[in-house]
């Protein structure tokens, strides 16, 4: 579950701009906002490495995150969302959401597929394919869960999993249409390899036989045409 607790420590940022935010990053800082219930947004910056660490821990990307700005009280916040350098893999910018941890909320979890190795239709020699890799759910901010498995040992060749055959832990609601396609099992896609067609060099020599044959019929006169003679 994402109920691990991780103290954040946060410091404002005085300016914000491209060049600022440039600044911060070849410091090892984040550039961010921290968005109150009740109050102005903040921007702030996030040590990279703490960051990271928070984001890596057990509750992953739903972690509730202690936000301590400049030394004040601890806000429960979690991550909104983030922009990351898809080249470097470093997280570029975050925005944080300060969370009333007795309201529940709208987050985004993972989906596991597990027991495929026990699936008939793959036993079979059948294609799985998961075609939605996320659910949307409500809960607490604490009871939030990293990740849904998904049980699909029992899927048949050909059958199909939705959203309504995910099961949610208790005190979490699926909040997505029940008849979005999940995963399915299908026949797997044959590929016909085409006929290899002769060689340049090959086709040219097959060409060449017939006048080649030709010629050498030419160079001996039959018996009994004009030309010949005999003793």
Do not use: C, F, W
């Amino acid at each position: 579950m994402a109920g691990e607790r991780i103290k954040l420590e946060v410091q404002p940022r005085e300016t914000t701009g491209s060049r600022e935010t440039r600044r911060l990053r070849r410091e090892g800082l984040v550039p961010g906002v921290l968005y109150g219930n009740d109050t102005e947004p903040h921007a702030i910056a996030i040590p990279e490495r703490e960051l990271r660490r928070a984001l890596t821990g057990a509750g992953g990307l739903n972690a509730i995150l202690d936000v301590v700005l400049d030394g004040g009280a601890a806000h429960p916040s979690i991550l909104k969302e983030y922009q990351h350098d898809p080249l470097r893999g470093k997280v570029t910018h975050v925005d944080l959401l300060e969370v009333r941890l007795d309201q529940a909320i709208i987050a985004t979890v993972s989906i596991h597929l597990v027991g495929a190795e026990d699936s008939p239709g793959v036993r079979e020699g059948g294609a799985l394919s998961q075609i939605a890799r996320e659910v949307n759910v409500e809960a607490l901010p604490m009871e939030v869960p990293e990740h849904i498995d998904l049980d699909v040992s029992g899927m048949e060749m050909g059958d199909t999993l939705r959203v309504s055959d995910v099961s949610a832990p208790d005190g979490v609601t699926l909040v997505d249409d029940p008849e979005t396609v999940v995963a399915t099992l299908t026949l797997p896609t044959r590929v016909e390899e085409p006929e290899e067609a002769p060689a340049e060099g090959e086709e040219a020599e097959v060409e060449g036989e017939a006048p080649e044959a030709a010629a050498e019929g030419a160079a001996e006169p039959a018996e009994g045409e004009p030309g010949t003679a005999e003793g």
